[in-house]
């Protein structure tokens, strides 16, 4: 349990008779980049909000830093920073009051304030109204907001969105330095694998509630497994012949033949056999499933 | 803006009153009024006014306000996923209100009284140096912002708990009115509705302003209920706050 930022032991949550989150077992160790996947409504922003304690769990499921949550809310919130669906930002004040606002709720020094707008490239924009601010600006205020009492670790729901490529990529780099450099964990969702998959170390998908995969994103990959694609002339013949010939079909349509990749050399052999029988091979190539794909087959499997 | 109005609120009708007086000084001045009764006169203006209508109103629309900053910026969220005590927040935000309240009434006292010594200036004929009317306005003021807490207190729940402005304005109009008639028809237990308290003491401070105006007692009847639904809401109020779900 040490090892863990955040661990929730088969944690369960309804709204009236329905159910958000099922028998749900997060593991984020500590110093990881933790994405957490889903489709829209699979249940993240409710996880999210469990964790601050906004929404009640039942008692001895959730544990941040090995401490129960209901029991322990003062210490352990003071351990987390959050930015939860929109920003919460009050629009009559400027960016920078927001920001300052926050450190006199917290006790913490208001040059801070300034720090936290350079690092979120607000300075600019500080003493604007924050009802003023683009959806970009907002979230970014909210990033802000999360890390200024200096977290260690950080609930991030959807970060990015409404930011354009720029600004993602920004995000992306300033979760990799805080991860990195400062040491924080940082738990991430999305519903865009193409976004976790470049910054994230370990990765949770979620569908209806329910934990789908959780490891590793390298343990992810290897879920992936390489396919040989074949377009041959005549399908039902060279179906025949592979099949005959020992190897395992995954699956043939008018077109295409699918096997599992095995070798270079292998393919090699393969075309020969085909060519050889007197089959015309127009293509035959090494077909590696993306993870976008792969995400979509684990939600859509449930 | 809660707080603007605080602060707007009785420099307008303060002021109002004031120029009423000062261009009807001649008749106000004919009806040779003793200056005890031209300054109940003025400040009655006031405070009519003021425990009828506007100070319900007030409560009801400060409530709202100091509540809804939080429901209009979806900042609930945001506050309680703070390492803050939820009771410091509810408190916190309560004893604004509360605060809101004391500074508009008063504004209201010592507006009254600084008006009425300009009148003096600009009007030589009048009385109103001829009485020192401190120790009515305080009371009676103290005693309207002791009696509004009641409404405080209910209308603070109600505006936790819904974000709209409808559903808290609407049960509070009704409430007003509803205590404004069980007030004026003088129903044996109209001190049960908070609504009617503001009212209601502003009445037995007049009634008994015939009779000595300087044995006025502040903890009346009226007082204590006010107090009690303000003290038994408020800890509703954070049973609430701490059961509340944030969604």
């Known amino acids: 349990m040490g090892n863990y930022a955040i661990e929730t032991v088969g944690l369960n949550f309804n709204f009236g008779n329905q159910v958000i989150v099922k028998d749900l077992s997060l593991k984020v160790p500590k110093g990881s980049i933790y994405g957490f996947l889903g489709p829209n409504g699979a249940g993240k922003t409710t996880t999210i909000k469990i964790l601050l304690n906004l929404l009640k769990s039942p008692s001895d499921q959730v544990f941040i830093f090995g401490k ?32 300052i606002n926050r450190c006199i709720l917290l006790g913490i020094k208001k040059t801070k ?4 707008l350079a690092l979120v490239g607000l300075t600019e924009a500080a003493n604007k109204k924050a009802s003023k601010y683009s959806l970009g600006m907002k979230q970014r205020l909210g990033i802000a907001q999360a890390l200024i009492s200096d977290p260690e670790l950080l609930l991030l729901d959807e970060p990015t969105n409404g930011l354009d490529p720029n600004g993602i990529i920004e995000i992306r780099n300033l979760m990799i330095e805080l991860a990195t450099k400062h040491e924080k964990t940082i738990l991430v969702s999305s519903h865009l694998l193409a976004e976790i998959e470049r910054t994230a170390t370990h990765v949770g998908i979620i569908n209806k509630g329910e934990l789908l995969f959780q490891g590793t994103i390298e343990e992810l990959h290897l879920l992936s497994k390489p396919m040989l694609e074949i377009e041959v002339d005549d399908i039902e013949s060279a179906i025949f012949l592979i099949a005959k ?29 085909l060519v050889k029988n007197g089959f015309t091979v127009s293509s035959l190539y090494k077909q590696r499933k993306d993870l976008e794909n792969l995400f979509l087959d684990i939600t859509k499997t449930n | 803006m809660a707080f603007w109005a605080a602060i707007l609120l009785p420099v307008i009708i303060c002021g109002l009153i004031t120029f009423g007086f000062y261009s009807n000084s001649a008749e106000i001045i004919a009806a ?58 509810y408190a916190a935000k309560y004893l604004f209100a509360v605060f809101l ?24 004929k009048f009385n109103f140096d001829q009485y020192n009317p401190l120790h009515i306005l305080i ?11 009641g409404i405080l207190s209910i209308q603070f729940i109600l505006s936790l708990l819904w974000g709209d402005f ?50 006025l007692p502040i903890f009346t009847q009226e007082i204590w209920t006010s107090l009690i639904y303000a003290a038994i809401l408020f800890i509703i109020g954070y049973f609430i706050v701490t059961k509340k779900s944030i969604k």
């Open chain 1, 113 to 116: 304030a300034d720090d936290m």
């Open chain 2, 139 to 149: 009371n009676a003021y103290a005693k309207l912002f002791l009696s509004s807490l």
């Open chain 2, 32 to 89: 040779h009024n003793p200056p005890i009764m031209l300054w109940a006169r003025y400040s009655g203006a006031a405070l009519g006014i003021m425990g009828l209508l506007i100070m319900p109103f007030y409560v009801i629309f400060m409530a709202f306000s100091v509540n809804n900053i939080e429901h209009k910026n979806d900042t609930w969220k945001m506050l309680f996923a703070q390492p803050l005590n939820k009771f410091a927040i």
């Open chain 1, 68 to 99: 129960e949550i209901n029991s322990n809310r003062i210490a352990t919130l003071k351990r987390v920073g959050a930015l939860v669906e929109q920003p919460a930002i009050y629009g009559h004040l400027t960016g920078k009051e927001n920001l």
């Open chain 2, 166 to 215: 409808l559903k808290p304005m609407g049960i509070g109009f009704v409430g007003t009115i509803m205590g404004i008639i069980a007030a004026n028809v003088g129903w044996k237990y109209a001190y049960l509705i908070p609504y009617s308290l503001p009212a209601l003491v502003l009445r037995t401070s007049k009634v008994k302003k015939g009779g000595n105006p300087l044995d």
């Open chain 1, 245 to 273: 010939s020992g190897y395992e079909i995954i699956t043939q349509t008018d077109k295409k033949i699918t096997l599992p990749f095995i070798s270079t050399q292998n393919s090699g052999e393969l075309n020969t056999l």
């Open chain 2, 101 to 124: 309240i004391f500074l508009c009434l008063f504004l209201f006292a010592s507006l009254t009284f600084a008006f009425g010594h300009l009148l003096q200036l600009l009007v030589p």
